[in-house]
């Protein structure tokens, strides 16, 4: 590790991402997109510029990250949100994740993938990137009900994604033929070990903070909160996510003494959020989009299709017009992390197949982290200008 020069790196990454923001804004590109690209060009897949270190530091900087992301998108999940949008929420949620299942499994052993195969990449395929799609929409500085509605859904997606992929991983064990218990518990401790953690951390910093500087918590407050649920998430190997969105629900339902409760989280996030995608692109390797083949392009474009048809069939059982779930859907296509991580449980349980869905999930990792913010982007726009994309759908009377 050379301290110094990652140091010198990082300032001059803050200014790459000023100039790239400013950039952004004038091409219409997310700056996600543009930072993905950045770490790609400076890291292993071009240059290799970066220190070591980076790459040692992914997974604490992975966590951090994404536990903020995760904290103040259950900030948005206020008592009113729920009470008035909810429903929506919740259907074109858990609409979104059952398509992803039943076309993605659907359509890879329609074209001769091992069902066992096909069954986890389906549940691979439910993750999507909330860091990605929460700063496409603030990046946007709109916040209509479509953006609240958006940021709902990614606050809990994540969640029945990982329910999806236990149950899942669980049906393609036996249908291997393997002992699923361990599998089975594995995947109830991440959930209910992350959840558990979050109402730990999460009921007395309602309480708690906030009361040295009324109403609104202090910046050390504010960061003890995350720094707590990632690094004990990562220690008890439960879901930082899910410890994140939990914490963020209880102090901004509970903390009534809060005025501006993730003011100061606010402030912060950005540069942790900016390591994290440069690391993201730096650890892409560009190499396993030749290996992709036929079956990975199929798998890229069944996600792409069960988001859209996914959003259209949630909206349309929330009495929503289906163009606004089809945007919905769009919107949800970024994709990293997780799936990474959950390709990696797979791989574990079905090593006759782990070359595959490695390859695969790291080759279309790329592809939705690169393509993903900017369709989200154009479905931002889109919900505002009014235009329809051409798919056929019959709008229905709110």
Sequence with gaps: MDPPRLIIVLGFLFIAALVLDALGR??????VTLLILLGALFGPPALNLLPDAFSEADETFTAVALTMVAFLLGGSLERSTLAAHGREILLISLAVVLASLIVVAGVLAAFGMPLVAALALAGISAATDPAATRDVIRQAGRAGRF?????????????????????????AGVLAGQ???????????????GALL??????????LTGRLKPGEPSLLEALAIVLICAGAALVFEVSYLLAGMVSGVLVVNLAKHHDYPFHEIERIEWPFVLVFFVIAGA??????????????????????????????????????????????GMALTPQAGVAIGMALLASARFPEYAAEIMAITIASTIVFEVVGPVLAQVALARSQAGEAPTL?????PR
């Design 283 to 328: 650890s892409l390797e560009v190499a396993y989009l030749s290996e992709i083949g036929f079956i990975g392009v199929l798998y890229v474009l069944a996600r792409m299709a069960a988001r859209l048809i996914g959003g259209w069939g949630g909206a349309r059982l929330a009495g929503l017009s289906g163009r606004e779930g089809v945007l919905t």
């Design 392 to 396: 056929p759908e019959t709008e229905t």
């Design 26 to 31: 004038r091409v219409h590109v997310p700056r």
């Design 147 to 171: 953006e609240t509605n958006l940021l709902g859904i990614v606050a809990i997606d994540d969640a029945w994604g990982l329910i999806a992929f236990t149950v899942v991983l669980t049906l």
């Design 198 to 207: 979050g109402l730990v951390v999460g009921l007395p910093a309602a309480y």
């Design 179 to 193: 002992d699923t218990s361990s599998a089975l518990l594995h995947g109830l401790w991440e959930m209910g070990g």
